[in-house]
């Protein structure tokens, strides 16, 4: 993947690659929604870390995030991005219908590229709720419950209001629906780059539309 190859042959680091990635979710998020109360519905794995420094990011943007975050892992990546919510009085919650019910936006940084099959508890019963709600989501790099390549053959995926691609598209972003659709992650090498077909960052910006 394109993640191994920036950290094998490049030099990038695990936390560098999520605290930009987050950086640009934060981004994209302030360039097309009010300031307002943001629910980032945090996964287990690296897609949740980038909600998590998304979240911390919004709050410096003057949003107000909260984190729904069932199942933390042990790792020590995660939580010290945890710890740095806590330190910006960034708030858990554990109601997930009252905290949806109370966000303007919810970020959805539940599942990745990795994701197959179907989703395990608790996670099966987050994605119910978030398919049911009308709040506007912003999808992580993919919607979560979706394929990489072949998008949402099980039917339990989300339908995001915003798809924040990260790196580069993965293929199932051409199924992509809503609005807004951004490409985020300003550090993939010029020659990598090229090879991938990403186009220019306009300005100083971290992110960009697509559609």
């Known amino acids: 993947s394109i993640d191994v190859d920036l950290m094998s042959k490049h030099g990038y680091s695990i936390d560098q690659l999520m605290e930009l990635a987050g950086l640009s979710v934060a981004e994209s998020v302030a360039k097309e929604y009010p300031k307002g109360k943001v629910l980032v519905c945090v996964g287990p794995g690296n897609n949740g870390g980038d909600g998590l420094v998304a979240a911390r990011h919004l709050c410096h943007f003057g949003y107000q995030p909260s984190l729904y975050y069932p199942k933390q892992p ?110 985020g992650g300003r550090f993939v090498p010029p020659e990598m780059a090229r090879g991938l077909g990403i186009p220019d960052y306009p300005g100083i910006s971290q992110s960009m539309r697509l559609n």
């Open 74 to 183: 042990s790792n020590d990546l995660y939580k010290r991005l945890l710890l740095q919510c806590k330190v910006h009085n960034i708030p858990e919650v554990n109601d997930l219908a009252a905290a949806i019910a109370d966000s303007n936006v919810v970020v959805d940084a539940i599942f990745g590229f990795s994701f197959k099959g179907s989703a395990r508890p608790p996670f099966d019963n987050v994605l119910e709720a978030l398919r049911d709600t009308d709040k506007p989501i912003v999808s992580v790099d993919i919607p979560s419950g979706w394929d990489v390549e072949q998008g949402d053959i099980n039917n339990v995926g989300l339908s995001p209001d915003m798809l924040v691609s990260l790196t580069a598209p993965k293929q199932c972003a051409s199924m992509f629906k809503g609005r807004y659709h951004y490409l």
